[in-house]
C-alpha cells in the first residue's frame, strides 16, 4: 500500500530564514506533485516532478525529487509572511495518473 | 491549464437527506476524480469518475453513499446519500490528463450535516 508521509506537519518560522520540508513514500511512483493550500481555499498546484533527480524553482520555493530514496524536499528560501500556508505533497499511485495519495500537509507559519 | 468549478460552494443540511454536487472543467479532460478532505485533514481519494461508466471508488467508499456520474467529458456530479454529521468535510473535484501531468482542483464544496 502507498503510503505518503511528510515532516514537519507544523513548521513556525522567521521571516528571512530557509528551512525544507520532507516528503516519504513508501512505494515506487511516476510522479510528486505539491500543493498549497490557504485557509478556507482549494488547492492551488505548485511543483510537478517526473524523474529521478528533477528540480523545479518558483520564486522563494524549490522542489527536488530522489526516486531512489523515495524521498522530495520542499525547500523554502528566505522565508516571507506570504509563504505561511499548508503544503501537501502527493503521490501518483504507479500506472494510475490521477490517483493521488496525499500527505497529511505541513502547516507553515511565517512570522516577522 | 483547466479551470473547475464546482456548485454549491457550501451547504448546510439535515440527516438523512442527500446533496448533490456539481463539477463543470472548462476543457476536455480524461480523467476526474472527486476527493474529500474532513477538518482540518489530508486529501482523501472516493473515486474516479469514469465517462459513460460506473465510478472506480475506493477502499473506504461505495456507491449506494456516493454515487456519482460522468455524463461527457467536462461534467459529473457526487451525491452525498443519506448524510449524517460524519459526512461534514470539504468535498473536491479534481481533474488531469494533459500532458504535462498537471492534476487542478476545484474551489470546494464545503459541506455541513446537523
Known amino acids: 500500500e502507498l503510503k505518503v508521509e511528510q515532516n514537519p506537519l507544523f513548521l513556525s518560522m522567521q521571516e528571512g530564514k530557509n528551512y525544507t520540508i520532507y516528503c516519504n513514500y513508501s512505494?515506487?511512483?511516476?510522479?510528486l506533485y505539491w500543493y498549497r493550500q490557504d485557509p478556507g481555499k482549494s488547492l492551488e498546484s505548485l511543483f510537478v516532478?517526473?524523474?529521478?533527480?528533477a528540480v523545479k524553482q518558483e520564486g522563494r520555493l524549490m522542489a527536488s525529487l530522489d526516486t531512489k530514496a523515495r524521498l522530495s524536499t520542499l525547500h523554502i528560501t528566505a522565508a516571507v509572511h506570504d509563504l505561511s500556508a499548508t503544503y501537501f505533497c502527493a503521490v501518483d499511485r504507479r500506472g494510475s495518473q490521477g490517483n493521488l495519495i496525499f500527505g497529511k500537509g505541513t502547516k507553515l507559519s511565517v512570522k516577522p | 491549464s483547466a479551470v473547475i468549478s464546482q456548485k454549491p460552494s457550501r451547504d448546510i443540511c439535515q440527516r438523512g437527506t442527500s446533496l448533490t454536487i456539481q463539477c463543470q472543467v472548462d476543457?476536455?479532460?480524461?480523467?476526474m476524480f472527486w476527493y474529500r478532505q474532513q477538518p482540518g485533514q489530508s486529501l482523501t481519494l472516493i473515486a474516479t469518475?469514469?465517462?459513460?461508466?460506473?465510478?472506480?471508488?475506493e477502499s473506504g467508499f461505495v456507491i449506494d453513499k456516493f454515487p456519482i456520474s460522468r455524463p461527457n467529458l467536462t461534467f459529473s456530479t457526487l451525491t452525498v446519500s443519506n448524510m449524517s454529521p460524519e459526512d461534514s468535510s470539504i468535498y473536491l473535484c479534481?481533474?488531469?490528463?494533459?500532458?504535462?501531468?498537471?492534476?487542478?482542483f476545484g474551489p470546494g464544496t464545503r459541506l455541513t450535516v446537523t
Open positions: 479534481s481533474a488531469a490528463g494533459g500532458a504535462n501531468y498537471e492534476q487542478y
Open positions: 516532478l517526473l524523474s529521478n533527480g
Open positions: 469518475a469514469n465517462q459513460g461508466s460506473e465510478a472506480t471508488y
Open positions: 512505494t515506487t511512483s511516476d510522479r
Open positions: 476543457s476536455q479532460v480524461t480523467m
